[in-house]
């Protein structure tokens, strides 16, 4: 499956209406640990790896560029299919083999998500937790089959962002937002590989 999402800017109004319109799913609360070399030779290939509570997952992108409006990235969730996408050989556990080839936690927190369901859309409110700081962040998410369902996808979250007024203004991510306040080189990285806009 691929995922197919853009990010918003909470308001109180945002917050208030999208709200008022959606079915509330559940409230959950997960920790995330993303981890890199000392080169960041995945995450300035736009390569997500981390540990969320105990099931390490690596997000690759689909997407080109940095105009795009929408970001897309397909999910690998099992820890074999991780290991062959990385090129680990060794039978070992990911975390020795992590441990082994110099992969290294970069950054940790805590997410509590509100979840909700409006038409085919899912939509997580997210409060992230880096302890000395908190982030919110809307996320507006579809869910396609293959590549060629990408653009559909894109304009449908496109026109419902536009019904419920949501600015369509580009928005990091909250990995992104600690890397910007806390690690400013690794962030600034990201920025000369084009992975991310300065904001």
Known sequence: MIEVEKKFQITHQTIELLKSKSIFLNEITFSDTYFDNKDFVLTSNDKWLRKRNSKY????????????????????IEESEIKNYLNFLDNAPLYLILEKNGYLPFCSFTTTRQKYKNEKFNIDFDIANFSDFNYSILEIELMVQKANDIPSATKDIIDFAKKYCLELKPIIGKVAEYLKQKSPKHYQILIDKKIIKKI
């Open 57 to 76: 997952e690596l997000k690759t992108p689909i997407h080109k560029g940095l105009d795009r409006l929408t970001d897309q990235y397909e999910e690998i």
